[in-house]
């Protein structure tokens, strides 16, 4: 893995503990020479990662629309390779072209949509990068449980659930996404295997 993008949330959420896993999240990329692509902005988890990257003397680029500019900031702008689109869906997609996986660090909807969209991308067969979600205090827990609960409910299956690693120690998580194995992809119009 050369680059890793890193979905998080753009506040720091109400416990230390968020702030800390994205600092040595960002550190461990740059010490592993592993590329970091985040949202571009300069506040929140995103701001904490990417200051740790480039601390440890990290690559960082950066995705964000045009519009999300004055919400997010840019305090890196000199030491950070940015990209301005046009649109969600354009960061979205350059981020995956940028990337040989993906993490998800805490986050609100906007994490969980990003997150979402990528693993579906990767059901579809339309990447075959690896997927991780950074447990961080138990974060993902009940979501975790709601995935096997899909799975238990037929609508998803396993193969599809397996995609995606979960792992509270980032070290762990990077160690599994640098060992993925792409399941084999079905054709989406086959309904009773899809």
């Known amino acids: 893995m050369r680059s890793v993008c890193v979905f998080c949330g753009s506040s720091l959420g109400n416990r230390p503990?968020?702030?800390?896993?994205?600092?040595?999240?960002?550190r461990l990329l740059a010490e592993r020479g592993m590329g970091l692509?985040?949202?571009?902005?300069?506040?929140g988890?995103?701001?904490?990662?990417?200051?740790?990257?480039?601390?440890?003397?990290?690559?960082?680029?950066?995705?964000?629309?045009?519009?999300?500019m004055r919400f997010e900031g840019v305090g890196h702008i000199d030491r950070v390779s940015l990209h301005v689109v046009g649109s969600m869906h354009e960061r979205k997609s350059l981020m995956a072209q940028l990337s040989d996986a993906f993490i998800a660090l805490p986050g609100g909807i906007g994490t969980m949509e990003e997150m979402f969209e990528t693993w579906t991308w990767g059901q579809l067969g339309l990447h075959a990068k690896p997927l991780g979600l950074l447990d961080?205090?138990?974060?993902?827990?009940?979501?975790?449980?709601?995935?096997?609960?899909m799975v238990d409910e037929g609508f998803l299956k396993a193969r599809h659930r397996d995609m995606v690693a979960v792992?509270?120690?980032?070290?762990?998580?990077?160690?599994?996404?640098?060992?993925?194995?792409?399941?084999?992809?079905?054709?989406?119009?086959?309904?009773?295997?899809?």
């Open 136 to 149: 961080v205090g138990g974060f993902y827990g009940h979501l975790h449980s709601f995935l096997d609960h």
């Open 167 to 194: 792992e509270s120690d980032p070290i762990a998580l990077l160690a599994r996404l640098e060992s993925y194995q792409a399941p084999s992809v079905v054709k989406v119009i086959d309904r009773d295997t899809a």
């Open 17 to 26: 503990i968020y702030a800390e896993a994205a600092a040595t999240l960002g």
């Open 37 to 43: 692509v985040y949202g571009g902005g300069d506040i």
């Open 45 to 68: 988890l995103m701001g904490v990662l990417a200051d740790a990257a480039i601390t440890a003397g990290g690559e960082v680029t950066g995705v964000i629309p045009e519009a999300l």
